[in-house]
Antibody, heavy 122, light 107 residues
């Protein structure tokens, strides 16, 4: 079965770039019919969808973050990545990667990674 | 963006209780509503998709209902492993949005 695992620094300095990678095992990022998403949850707040990427490189982002976000895919390494620029304390959150399933126009996130806490601090 | 509002934000219940969690969308989303369960330190797990379809491997005590703007997740007989947080998510339009969550605690 498909498993996802986030990796990256747990601490990022204010105004710098947050970079995370999601390693996919048990399946291929090149499988058609799936997007690959990033989602986050700031402390004490709800879940926020950041954006997703298709294996061909097509992306879609949450308008609230679009100006600062890049999501990319590396099919040779079977992984996808998140870059969030110019971070502030408000970007402190647990970041999750997830497979974005859309079959017959019915979308859901399944499965998810365990999540990784990223703290933004000066 | 479509706003998703869950209620209650938390509840206390006993093993064997019937539990109902409500999710309301700020506009009609047909049946494009998913439910997830999350335990502390664990990945969220898909329970229900498209309003009422049970994800493979999920116990039948979980059920979903509703359409339009009002949806319900029901646990027919609460089990010890069900104490967790539950989230709804609309898949009707982008950006996908989630409810704030409902924490189910032991009474």
């Amino acid at each position: 079965q498909v498993q996802l695992q986030e990796s990256g620094p747990g601490l990022v300095k204010t105004s710098e770039t947050l970079s995370l990678t999601c390693i996919v095992s048990g399946g291929s990022v090149s499988s058609g019919g799936y997007y690959w998403s990033w989602i986050r949850r700031p402390p004490g707040k709800g879940l926020e969808w950041i954006g997703h990427v298709y294996y061909r490189g097509n992306t879609n982002y949450n308008p609230s973050l679009k100006s600062r976000v890049t999501i990319s895919v590396d099919t040779s390494k079977n992984q996808f990545s998140l870059k969030l620029r110019s971070v502030t304390a408000a970007d402190t959150a647990v970041y999750y990667c997830a497979r974005d399933v859309a079959v017959a126009a019915i979308q859901r996130f399944d499965p998810w990674g365990q999540g990784t806490l990223v703290t933004v601090s000066s | 963006d479509i706003q998703m509002t869950q209620s209650p934000s938390s509840l206390s219940a006993s093993v064997g209780d019937r539990v109902t969690i409500t999710c309301r969308a700020s506009q009609s989303i047909s049946s494009y509503l998913n439910w997830y369960q999350q335990k502390p330190g664990k990945a969220p797990k898909l329970l229900i998709y498209a309003g009422y379809s049970l994800q493979s491997g999920v116990p039948s005590r979980f059920s979903g209902s509703g359409s339009g703007t009002d949806f319900t997740l029901t646990i027919s007989s609460l089990q010890p492993e069900d104490f967790a947080s539950y989230y709804c998510q609309q898949s009707y339009s982008t950006p996908k949005t989630f409810g704030q969550g409902t924490k189910v605690e032991i009474k």
